[in-house]
C-alpha cells in the first residue's frame, strides 16, 4: 500500500522560503508514468494545485506561483520536495502531497502526446503557518 | 488559470440523489476527458471518488458516478447515505499539463 508523508517547518517567517518533504513509502518514487504533486488548503477554503514533477524530472507549476515554486526529487531517498519563497500569510495552509497516475495519448490536433494524470494517493497533510 | 465553478452546498435526505456540477472552459474540462472527483471529510485528506469522468476507483461505492457534457462535469451520489456528508471538490487536466481544481461544495445529508 502506498504511503505519503509530509515533514517540515510548521511556522515559517514573512518572506522566508517555505520547505516541505514528502517521503514517499510502499511503491518507488523512479516508477515510470507518475507525477508527484503538491497541494494546499488555506484554513476554511479550497484545494489549490501548486505544481507537479513527472517521474522523467520535467516540472509543471500553477502560473500564480511558478516564480516561488521550485519542486525537486530525490530518488535515493524516495522523497521529493518544496520549496516556496517569499512567503506571506496568504501562504498559510495544508500543504499535501500526493501522487498522480497518469495515462499517455496521442493529441492529432496538437501533434504531441499528452500525459493526463489525476491524484490517487494523498498524504495526511501538514499545516504550515506564516507568522512573525 | 482560474479555479473550476462548483455550487458551494447541495442537500439531499436519506436515499435520495443529489447532483453536483463543476463548470470550467475549453482549456481544461471541455478540452479533455480528465475530470476526477475528491470527497473530504473534516480533518481528512481528500479521497479520489470518480476519475477520467466516470470511472471509480476500486473500493468506492457504485452510488457515486459522474459525467460530463461540453464544459460541465457532474458528480451523482445516488441513495445518500449518512457518510456521503462531506466536501466535494471536482478537479480537471489542463492544458500545460496543469491541474485545476473547484471551490468545493458541501454536501449534507438531512
Known amino acids: 500500500q502506498l504511503q505519503l508523508q509530509e515533514s517540515g517547518p510548521g511556522l515559517v517567517k514573512p518572506s522566508e522560503t517555505l520547505s516541505l518533504t514528502c517521503t514517499v513509502s510502499?511503491?518507488?518514487?523512479?516508477?515510470?508514468?507518475?507525477?508527484w504533486g503538491w497541494i494546499r488548503q488555506p484554513p476554511g477554503k479550497g484545494l489549490e494545485w501548486i505544481g507537479s514533477?513527472?517521474?522523467?524530472?520535467?516540472?509543471y507549476y500553477n502560473p500564480s506561483l511558478k516564480s516561488r515554486v521550485t519542486i525537486s526529487v530525490d530518488t535515493s531517498k524516495n522523497q521529493f520536495s518544496l520549496k516556496l519563497s517569499s512567503v506571506t500569510a496568504a501562504d498559510t495552509a495544508v500543504y499535501y502531497c500526493?501522487?498522480?497516475?497518469?495515462?499517455?495519448?496521442?493529441?492529432?490536433?496538437?501533434?504531441?502526446?499528452?500525459?493526463?494524470?489525476?491524484?490517487?494517493?494523498w498524504g495526511q497533510g501538514t499545516l504550515v503557518t506564516v507568522s512573525s | 488559470q482560474s479555479a473550476l465553478t462548483q455550487p458551494p452546498s447541495a442537500s439531499g435526505s436519506p436515499g435520495q440523489s443529489v447532483t453536483i456540477s463543476c463548470t470550467g472552459t475549453?482549456?481544461?474540462?471541455?478540452?479533455?476527458?480528465?475530470v476526477s472527483w475528491y470527497q473530504q471529510h473534516p480533518g481528512k485528506a481528500p479521497k479520489l471518488m470518480i476519475s477520467?469522468?466516470?470511472k471509480r476507483p476500486s473500493g468506492v461505492p457504485d452510488r457515486f458516478s459522474g459525467s460530463k457534457s461540453g464544459n460541465t462535469a457532474s458528480l451523482t451520489v445516488s441513495g445518500l447515505q449518512a457518510e456521503d456528508e462531506a466536501e466535494y471538490y471536482c478537479?480537471?487536466?489542463?492544458?500545460?499539463?496543469?491541474?485545476?481544481f473547484g471551490g468545493g461544495t458541501k454536501l449534507t445529508v438531512l
Open positions: 500526493a501522487r498522480g497516475v497518469s495515462l499517455k495519448y496521442y493529441d492529432y490536433v496538437w501533434g504531441s502526446y499528452r500525459y493526463p494524470y489525476w491524484f490517487d494517493y
Open positions: 510502499g511503491g518507488s518514487i523512479s516508477s515510470s508514468s507518475y507525477y
Open positions: 514533477m513527472y517521474y522523467s524530472g520535467s516540472t
Open positions: 475549453g482549456s481544461d474540462i471541455g478540452g479533455y476527458n480528465y
Open positions: 477520467e469522468v466516470n
Open positions: 478537479s480537471s487536466y489542463a492544458d500545460s499539463n496543469n491541474v485545476v
